[in-house]
């Protein structure tokens, strides 16, 4: 069987790699503390289940319309002007199985082959290969601890290119955990404003993840909303993850030809997810800030006994619930017959040595740096930490470099 070459440009993601082999491993009776899935360990609020259970009493089992029911397009377009201030009507918004394929969606209607891409690095790893898999070219943009792992508008001014179509980020980002401010922001809309021809995919899905008390939208700025693409779901925010819905809002051309793509994809979202978090958005959101709440003394707990470690290096993620700390000053360090040459080498030595799974930064275009998740018990934290702590100090580490 010849299968397609389109696959050639795509790999597995090393997060469904890394929680394999953690299971494999832990069918052996090894003790494993998973630190590489982001998927909070809440489980979906009562009242939420309880509007699916009422959905399916209620007959709602049929094909749904592809775009989504009215009453959950109406309450998103309720949630963007509650929590955003932003106005988008129902016909500017479609619901999609997850937030990744509504990205799937806007790629495929927006990339052509030959279009360029500007993805600043580290990045969520689907982004590039929806990018490869519409035949684009992706143009990476490496954006460093220094800068907190954000784009600078001299960055960005400087990758544009008359080939550029599309530009994608997320804020709060996975896998830093940085959120851009209002008036970093401002400065990449400046840029935009030059270049009427890129179109801006912003990734929102961890919005209420947020640390600093506010989110913000690069939709926000009028000059540049129509040809801003705001995606998000309900996986993080309401632990939802296995609901599987996510929802685009944004220039209704594309929504409508989004609409015409998913129809031979998927067709329509699941019925019951939907009518679900029809009351989720719209219900008291106190489950999601108390959730928010944990997740943010995990984050205090987690990024203070990194930056005890020596030779450990870390931001100070404001949103989302992972570490991304920088382990390079391990490279080039072995225990035994063990040999840490790059990120991958490291967490595999973490997996191996301490029973802790990590993703390797190079996953997410660093490679000096590691993702963490902390969506896990903070008894899960402090055993992952101290173990941790110990494989790094049977590490024989070259000179500080």
Sequence with gaps: MQLAQRLNSITEPQTIKMAKLSRELKAKGINIVDLSLGEPDFKTPEHICNAAIKAMNDGFTKYPPVAGFPDLLEAISTKLKRDNNLDYPANQIIVSTGAKQSLANAVMCLVDPGDEVIIPTPFWVTYAALVQMAHGTVKYVHCGIETDFKLTPEQLEANITSKTKLFIFSSPCNPTGSVYSRQELAGLVEVFKRHPQVVI???EIYEYINYTGRHESIAQFDEIKDRVVIVNGMSKGFAMTGWRLGYMAGPRALVQACEKYQSQITSGTNS????????????????????VESFKQRRDFIITALKKMPGVKCNNPEGAFYAFPDISSFFGSSFGEYKVNNDEDFSMYLLNEAHVATVCGSAFGESNCIRLSFATSMTNLMEATERIQKALQKLDVPAVK
Excluded: F, R
Excluded at 272 to 291: E, F, N, R
């Design 201 to 203: 995919i912003s990734d």
């Design 272 to 291: 019951i997810a939907q009518k679900a978090s029809v009351v989720a958005l719209l219900s008291d959101l106190a489950p999601t800030y108390k959730m």
